[in-house]
């Protein structure tokens, strides 16, 4: 609680992180928020913006790869966070890269997630991964949220160790209308547009 | 009548005009009928909250001394330099400087400050942080648009860094027969610019028709600067007892700030509109951002401060 608190407040003060609500409203109901992924505090960005009732059961999906490797990181993933991990690269073919996702969702938590799959210095996102699309199909009740990041890939471009504090927004879209039988690739495409509509 | 005595007098006399501005608001509220003319009177009545406040904190600033004061105007940089760079297209290769910018130039220039080095806080910005804030941009060799991003963010430090620290730098003047009380000069300044843009604004409302400029700003007329620069001096002319000045410097002192001031507003005006926004940010309720309030008060105060040393320090 108290690392939370504390990372919440630095994210505050150094970039703002102010929520705009466009296509949506802060609702207990379950969610998957995908977003554009272009710095460090994206996730403590999100994460920040939004009421904090709604963030006791909101988790933010982290690189294992990054977040999982040393004890400053893993503390502020998993405690101050309460982060789910995915492995980026699949270990085991039998292995499903999802199944810590699925658990989530299954016990009702709602997820942050960035399905391009890593930072991307521009201010729009890139393709999408072909996770969300299966995280939707096997949880079809699950509202997904686009979410746009404003400005944060100034505060902290790829490379830099400390954000430039400038105003940041993350606005909230409406949730993605399911369409019956429509294919992965229409799909990503669908939830990307959704993101940069919000750009 | 000691400083003291005069800084409760000039706290009452606020108090009471906002008191009376609160009341006019309350019975406009109950009046007002219509779509366009509830919205005037719900924005008239979020600034008068907003200068409670601000007033609030500037005596509760005052009152805790001369850090507290510092520390105060540090934090107005920060977030009024935040507000601008956030409206100014960088490139990820200014982030070196835009981070020395926000890190390093405030806390040093507050510093200088305190330490009344008056020598290096003078020429600190406009000299070394001229030449060094291009320096780390050119690192990161990127040339697109160089000079215009170099110039955006020589502009942001000038104006929200070295421009607004001159309010708190009257501070370290040391003025004959006013030792003490220099935290009452720079109520002074601010009392002045923001009366001046109130009155402007009041007086354009009730007589404007001339506009003066507006492709820059179609709210500002002939009728209510010259209204408001009148008034505004009037009233600083009649504040001469909490300066150094006799009423007459204290008119001609007046109208430097009044005339500064409006220039400040006409010249970050077009520099918004350059960059497509309409206020500079949405941090104070009903006045828009930091900047939007500052505006003025970086063009006044570097002049304010040097007429004061010119004329008024051995």
Known sequence: MLISALLIGLTRALVGAAPRWQGSAPSPAQRIYFANHSSHVDTLALWSALPRELRRHTRPVAAADYWNTDAVRRCIAVRGLNAVFIERQRSEATKDPLAPLTEALAAGDSLIIFPEGTRNLQPLPGPFKAGLFHLAERFPDVELIPVYLENLHRCMPKGSFFPVPLICTVRFGAPLARIAGEDKADFLERARQAVIDLA | ?314
């Not at chain 2, 507050?110 to 941009?137: C, K, M, N, Q, T």
């Open chain 2, 1 to 314: 009548m000691s400083a003291q005595d005069k800084f409760y007098w000039l706290m009452g006399g606020i108090g009471a005009v906002l008191l009376l501005s609160s009341m006019i608001g309350w019975v406009l509220s109950r009046r007002v009928s219509g779509e366009s003319g509830r919205a005037v009177v719900d924005n008239l009545n979020a600034r008068i909250k907003a200068w409670w406040i601000m007033v609030a904190v500037f005596a509760v600033a005052f009152m805790l001394g001369k850090m507290a004061t510092i520390v105060m105007f540090a934090l107005i940089s920060w977030f009024a330099l935040r507000e601008f760079m956030t409206l100014t297209p960088t490139r990820p290769g200014d982030h070196r400087a835009l981070s020395v910018s926000f890190f390093i130039a405030i806390p040093l220039q507050y510093a200088l400050i305190a330490d009344e080095w008056y020598a290096l806080f003078s020429i600190l910005i406009p000299v070394y942080g001229f030449l060094l804030l291009p320096s780390l941009s050119v690192l990161a060799q990127d040339t697109e648009h160089f000079l215009e991003r170099a110039a955006k963010i020589q502009w942001g430090v000038m104006l929200t860094i070295y421009c607004i620290s001159h309010v708190p730098a009257l501070l370290l003047l040391d003025i004959p027969d006013y030792a003490g009380q220099n935290a009452l000069l720079l109520f002074y300044l601010l009392l002045v610019v923001q009366l001046s843009d109130v009155l402007q604004y009041v007086f354009g409302k009730l007589f404007g028709k001339t506009k003066i400029a507006p492709v820059v700003s179609p709210s500002k007329t002939v009728e209510g600067f010259v209204g408001g620069a009148l008034s505004a001096t009037a009233i600083g002319a009649a504040m001469w007892w909490i300066t150094p000045f006799s009423p007459l410097q204290a008119a001609g002192m007046s109208a430097a700030i009044v005339i500064m001031g409006f220039l400040g507003g006409l010249v970050l005006s077009a520099v918004k509109r350059s960059l497509g926004a309409k206020d500079w940010g949405s941090m104070i309720q009903g006045h828009g951002g930091m900047m939007d309030r500052m505006d003025s008060v970086s063009f006044a105060a570097p002049v304010f401060f040097h007429l004061t040393r010119y004329f008024f320090t051995p």
